[in-house]
């Protein structure tokens, strides 16, 4: 198997992405309310991360997309503060390492776009991604953060930047 190539989303990505999204969710059995299932922006992302302080990237292995996230400023946040949004690898690009280098890819990028912290939100039954989540330096958080409209994840993790190496 090659190795995975982690790029800018393109337009002609935009189909792929919310289909590989909405197939994860609908495997982790996440509620279609109330999480990104029902984010109007999935079918739209390229245009939908081409605002100031955001990117999304795609993981692309033998020309398929396996995986996806993106940063962008968290809506109605108080502090220089950015979400790791939608991170989502379908299983054949899982546990190889490439949500890492993913998670990489998005830090560096918040990181350039000179955000203090990354807050993200996901759910109680994902746990390989949550352990991903604290070996790349997220803490846990006791409340959200921010206005996201995801009221079906109640697991929020925040990093600082501004400490990190």
């Known amino acids: ?3 995975i190539i982690i790029r800018e989303i393109e337009a002609k990505d935009n189909q792929s992405v919310a289909a590989l999204i909405r197939k994860v969710l609908i495997e982790h059995d996440v509620p279609k309310v109330g999480s990104a299932y029902a984010d109007p922006q999935l079918d739209c992302m390229t245009e939908t991360y081409a605002v100031p302080k955001a990117a999304y990237f795609v993981a692309e292995l033998e020309g398929k997309i396996i995986g996806c996230a993106g940063i962008a400023p968290l ?14 690898f379908l299983a054949e690009g899982r546990g190889q390492g490439n949500g890492n280098k993913m998670i990489q890819k998005c830090i560096e990028a918040a990181k350039s776009f000179g955000y203090e912290k990354c807050y993200l939100e996901t759910m109680p039954n994902m746990l390989a991604a949550q352990s991903l989540y604290k070996k790349s330096g997220f803490d846990y958080i006791c409340s959200p ?7 079906a994840c109640p697991v929020w993790m925040l990093k600082d930047l501004a400490n990190d190496n």
């Open 1 to 3: 198997m090659g190795s």
């Open 75 to 88: 809506e109605n946040a108080t502090e220089n503060v950015c979400e790791l949004q939608k991170m989502y």
């Open 145 to 151: 953060m921010g206005n996201t409209g995801h009221n």
